[in-house]
Structure formats: C-alpha cells, structure tokens
C-alpha cells in the first residue's frame, strides 16, 4: 500500500512528524484485541524505515513498511501481510492512515 501526501512543511519539519506518526502506531483503536507492538523504527536520510508486530491472541504478523520525506511531499509505503487481510480490511488500514498522515502533516 503507498499513501502520498503533499505538504509545504520541508524535509527536516515531515522526518520530527515522521518520527511522532510511526510512534502513533502504537496507540492506533484497532478492532477485535488487535494490538500493535515491538515498533522499530531508523531514519536512512530521507526515508525511515520501520517495522512493528501485530497480533491477536495466538496469531501475529511482523509488518514493514518505509516513509520517504522531502520538501513537498510525504510518501508511506507498507506492506500487509495476508493474515492481517482476513482480520481488517485493507479499507479501512488505508482510510486510518491517511487520515493520521493528513492530520501529521497539517
């Protein structure tokens, strides 16, 4: 999944709001006891890379994913691993991020 979104914040403004939105991950309202842990997270110039588990009860999947910044835009790429499919809609894991990435970069 890649979400882009357009900002005039500069570089150095989007990787401190980079930072805070991939913290935020941790606190997302998910459905059904999923639960979100074990971020990590190392910005490499202009792109971070991150990495956080998912799980419910038993079942869990290890999720990654890359933000790129630059002077105009922001650019989330993650990949969603088909086990995390069947318990949320890929839909609804796009409308939450754009929206937590719209409100990060306002």
Same mark, same amino acid.
């Given at each position: $999944? ?11 403004? %989007?990787?401190?709001?980079? /930072? ?9 309202? =998910? ?6 842990t074990n =971020? %990590?997270?190392?910005? !490499?110039?202009?792109? $971070? ?12 999947? !290890?999720?990654?994913?890359? %933000?790129?910044?630059?002077? /105009? ?10 086990? %995390?499919?069947?318990?949320? /809609?890929? !839909? ?10 719209? /409100?990060?970069?306002?």
């Open positions: $999944m890649r979400i882009e979104q357009h900002h005039g914040l500069g570089t150095d403004e %989007v990787k401190k709001r980079g /930072d805070a939105l991939a913290d935020s991950l941790i606190t997302l309202p =998910l459905p059904g006891d999923i639960e979100i =971020l %990590v997270k190392q910005w !490499n110039g202009e792109a $971070m890379d991150f990495s956080f588990r998912i799980s419910k009860g038993f079942f869990g999947a !290890n999720i990654k994913g890359q %933000v790129i910044a630059s002077d /105009d835009a922001a650019v989330l790429e993650i990949a969603i691993p088909p086990l %995390v499919a069947k318990f949320i /809609d890929e !839909n609804q894991i796009r409308t939450v991020l754009e929206k937590k990435m719209a /409100d990060a970069l306002a």
